[in-house]
């Protein structure tokens, strides 16, 4: 079936720091979601995208809908302590069934 | 408001039980959805309802998985004969309408199979 590739795997940073992630799909999506994920929580929807090429900004947060349709890009800005976490992609076909990336995971140092 | 509750949150049962696990949409969402999440990895599909007509369940694992909605509101999943590796997290989402790309997320049910 189809599978995202999140990349980094994990991050460690400074406060203050701007963070870039990203993920690939061998094949297109039209909806891309990003995600974030709490210990003993389920994950919270940071940004939606729809159209290949849109970039769309959530406070620090900017994640872009790649121009191919099988990728998309998250950046954080200015990193706070509270931004630690599990970060998911997840793509869509259609309104329905989700395809998740394996996260990439934010550590913020203070 | 309200969101996406599941009970129990945490759940041990003992290999070859059977458990029952509950979701309660936001209320007046017409599409829920059931993921499971093993550790370390992100959500995979389960089963999609839209009201009460069960519209995709391509990704439940085996005929031991069975979840329902029969009155469009609550669904409940249940897993027979449980087995070790049905240990995960099992969530919940729910969305506004069939449309709607974006799915609001429960807390999870997290299930050991001892």
């Known amino acids: 079936g189809q599978q995202l590739n999140q990349s980094p795997q994990s991050m460690f940073i400074q406060e203050g720091e701007d963070v870039s992630m990203n993920c690939t799909s061998s094949s297109i999506f039209n909806t891309w979601l990003w995600y974030k994920q709490d210990p003993g929580e389920g994950p919270v929807l940071l940004i939606a995208?729809?159209?290949?090429?849109e970039l769309t900004s959530n406070g620090r947060l900017t994640a872009q809908f790649g121009i191919t349709r099988k990728d998309s890009f998250l950046n954080i800005s200015a990193s706070i302590p509270s931004d630690v976490g599990i970060y998911f992609c997840?793509?869509?076909?259609?309104?329905?069934?989700?395809?998740f990336g394996d996260g990439t995971t934010l550590t913020v140092k203070p | 408001g309200a969101g996406v509750s599941q009970s129990p949150r945490y759940k041990v049962a003992k290999r070859g039980q059977d458990v029952a696990l509950r979701c309660d949409p936001i209320?007046?969402?017409?599409?829920l959805f059931w993921y499971q999440q093993a550790l370390g990895q992100g959500p995979e599909f389960l089963t999609y309802f839209q009201n009460e007509a069960q519209l995709d369940k391509s990704g439940l694992p085996s005929d031991r998985f069975f979840a329902e909605r029969p009155e469009g509101s609550v669904s409940t999943l249940k897993i027979q004969r449980t087995q070790q590796e049905d240990s995960a997290v099992y969530l919940c989402a729910s969305s506004l309408t069939g449309g709607s790309y974006e799915q609001y997320f429960g807390p999870g049910t997290r299930l050991t199979v001892t």
């Open positions: 995208l729809y159209k290949a090429g």
């Open positions: 997840a793509g869509q076909l259609s309104a329905g069934k989700s395809t």
């Open positions: 209320s007046g969402h017409v599409s």
